[in-house]
């Protein structure tokens, strides 16, 4: 047995079969692929860990020299009225903006759908939007919704309406907000509704069934998992909105469009109360974790129903 | 196969899962052990190293790094730089950061501890966030020592309120001036009034001088079906809406915001006559301010100054004193200043703005970095600087000489600039949680402005302002 492996690699090798791996290399190997996962878990898990470490020392700019404070930020944070307004501003902000940007992006799809010249050219410019950053689209909406001299109250005929304003801030940033992402999730919906088989499509015609009753049977059931991925991706953005608001309003006026990012960004970076803004961010981190948890499961539920495996 | 399992020791899936313990671990432990935690240790003064007769060429060959953000001070220095590198063989290699994001990296950068930047850009308010944690150098010593700074670089001959501005010991209650000298004053702004002189002349009236005068021209200016309104000033969620003509009407009216009693600050945002201007202010935005008055900064207002839509703007000279070069706005040629309006008692108290330099604690190119200050807040320099679009000098001998004959094309500049300056300084307390109670305060004028009780509101800023002075 000995003879014949020794002398197997010559044979192995004319006969253009794989080179032996000495056996010590074979042993190391699963390691060896298994250490740049483990390093990625790492750059993953140690911001996190130290993140989370902060939440409980008292590090501020003014204490640079900081001690274990233990819970005494969370207590600060939760019983702060400015953090129920953000995870209000948050949670509004995030189910209207989902919600919208879902109902509009599946109408679009279901349009798209119906092959036609000017829905291939739409198509195509569904996608700019998605190609242009937050930021921008902030900076360009707020020069639009100027009432001075913005496009929007001169074409609407809106007079000095503040689109901005305390009562209008957070619609106006959802809907900049659905402008940018509606066409994501359109496409994310298309391509979806592509996938689907003809099949079921084609026997419920031949059973002369109407458009609306196909789609509410048939289609909609089966798109409801590409639906879904779009959402769990919209939401979970959305619960950590701050580039476009921040430039929008900056989180105003008062705390109108405060979101917790916006929060952790002013403890952390402008008030450099390091501690509290990793506070802000530990409890974003568990809502967003109990949320997609939760969307995770309902999209299994609606993957297996969508393949007949459930009622 | 079957040869493995019999192995003693550990099997795969337990080195495997060992591994993860560990990398686990090696997350942990460094970050419980406060690895990362804190700005690294203090660093100390690096004057006293310096010794033997001065000399420009000291650090010759050295490379010293500053951060900038992209300021009419900046552009004006920027062709300069090569003179200061022939007079001291030092490179300068400026990096360039946007104003909305500067003091992100700054902040960032500072509390990491970093020495990347020894030179940097900073305002006064600032001094009072970076000094207390060590970041920043103590530039007194430097100034004291001859062999550091050269006979010519008269400290003294920059105006007193911008030497004292960027000098605090950090103890709450101890006025701006006590301490180190954390920053030296390279250029400054005062909050006064710039208005359309083209259009009020065309209408035969003149800037008010006071505070009732000045809210009804502002009234009588605004047509908003003409796209015109009477005075321009910030009004964001940011602190920066507070120190320009706001906290400049506030204390000419008498109002200041804390009062030392014993060791504790009391806020004086509440008192009953600075409710009633605070009132009037926010009044004064709705009826005659930018109609999103809560988002505007100071690039907004100075460019409806400058498209004519609108007549007055009350914010630093320096921003609206560019908007007056020609080409460089529509209503270029058609600005002039006035201080705004007086205090009841005729006082121009007026808060000023200088954008200063600072060296970083943790730099190790110290002489060269304080070669390079020297140089930039020099008289030669600024001098030269002031050709270009850099405004206000805050040497009183740049002021006299080079800088007034600049001024020829900007009608009341000059004589506002003398007016106010005597009674230019920093109006507000010294604290270290200048940033998040100043914040507060445009918050507070927000809600005013969307519908609050005035009183009510005030009432609850000041009493939540007053817990954070005094625990930080």
Known sequence: MSATMTSAPATNQRDGAPPRVPERRRQLRPYILALPAVLVVIGILYPFVLGAYYSILNYTAANPDPHVVWF?????????????????????????????????????????????????????????????????????????????????????????????????????????????????????????????????????QVDGASWFY???????????????????????????????????????????????????????????????????????????????????????????RAAGAED | MTSHSQQPGWSRRDVLKAAGLAGLGATLLPGLAACGVGGGERHPNGASAVTGPFDWKAAKGQTVRILQTPHPYQQSFQPLLKEFTELTGIEVVAD????????????????????????????????????????????????ENSAATSDEYDFEDIYEGLRTSTSWDFKVGSPLGSGGQWAIPWGFENNVV???????????????????????????????????????????????????????????????????????LVAEMATDDAIRFQRE????????????????????????LGNGNAMMCYDADSATYPKNKPGASKEAGNLAWHPGPAGPDGNYKTNLWTWSLAMNAASQRKQAAWLFIQWATGKEAMSKAV????????????????????????????????????????????????????????????????????????RSYAKSAEAKVNVA
């Open chain 2, 96 to 143: 360039l950061v946007p104003e909305g994001a500067y003091f992100t990296k700054l902040n960032t950068e500072l509390a990491g501890g970093s020495g990347s930047h020894d030179v940097f850009m900073t305002g006064a308010y600032f001094i009072w966030q970076y000094g207390p944690p060590g970041w920043m150098e103590d530039l007194k010593p430097w100034i």
């Open chain 1, 214 to 304: 196909t789609f509410r049977r048939l289609q909609l059931p089966m798109m409801w998992p590409y639906i879904l991925v779009a959402v769990i991706f919209r939401f979970m953005d959305c619960l950590k909105a701050f580039d476009l608001i921040y430039v929008l309003t900056a989180g105003g006026p008062g705390l109108a469009t405060r979101t917790l990012q916006i929060g952790a960004y002013e403890d952390s970076i402008t008030f450099q109360n390091f501690s509290r803004g990793s506070t802000y961010m530990f409890l974003l981190w568990i809502l967003v974790f109990i949320t997609a948890r939760y969307l995770v499961s309902v999209l299994g539920k609606a993957q297996r």
């Open chain 1, 72 to 204: 005494a930020n969370y207590r600060s944070v939760l019983s702060d009225p400015q953090f129920w307004t953000s995870v209000r501003v948050t949670a509004v902000f995030a189910v209207v903006a989902t919600a919208l940007e879902t109902v509009l992006g599946v109408g679009i799809a279901l349009l798209l759908n119906r092959a036609s010249k000017i829905g291939g050219i739409f198509e195509k410019v569904l996608i700019l939007p998605l190609m242009i950053a937050p930021v921008i689209a902030g900076t360009i909406w707020k020069l639009m919704f100027n009432p001075q001299f913005g496009v929007l109250n001169h074409v609407f005929g809106l007079g000095t309406f503040d689109w901005l304003s305390k009562d209008a801030a957070l619609w106006s940033s959802i809907l900049v907000d659905a402008w940018i992402y509606t066409p994501f999730v359109a496409i994310l919906v298309l391509a979806g509704i592509r996938s689907l088989p003809k099949e079921p499509f084609e026997a419920s």
């Open chain 2, 387 to 458: 050709r270009g679009a850099f405004a206000d000098p805050t040497r009183k001998s740049v002021f006299d000489g080079a800088f007034k004959q600049t001024l020829g094309e900007f009608p009341g500049y000059l004589d506002t600039f003398e007016r106010v300056v005597g009674e230019s300084k920093i109006q507000f307390t010294p604290q270290t949680s200048f940033f998040q109670t100043t914040q507060d305060w445009a918050v507070a004028l927000q809600d005013i402005y969307g519908g609050d009780d005035a009183d009510k509101r005030l």
């Open chain 2, 194 to 264: 710039c208005y359309n002189k083209a259009y009020f002349d065309s209408r035969g009236i003149k800037p008010a001088d006071t505070w009732e005068d000045f809210q009804q021209l502002a009234r009588d200016l605004t047509d908003r079906s003409a796209g015109r309104y009477g005075v321009a000033f910030r009004g964001s969620k940011s602190w920066a809406t507070i120190h320009p003509g706001f906290i400049t009407q506030y204390s000419r009216m008498g109002g200041v915001d804390y009062r030392l009693d014993g060791d504790q």
């Open chain 2, 281 to 304: 202010w926010v009044e004064l935005a709705r009826d005659a301010g930018p109609a999103s008055w809560t988002t505007y900064e100071y690039p907004d207002c100075t460019r409806d």
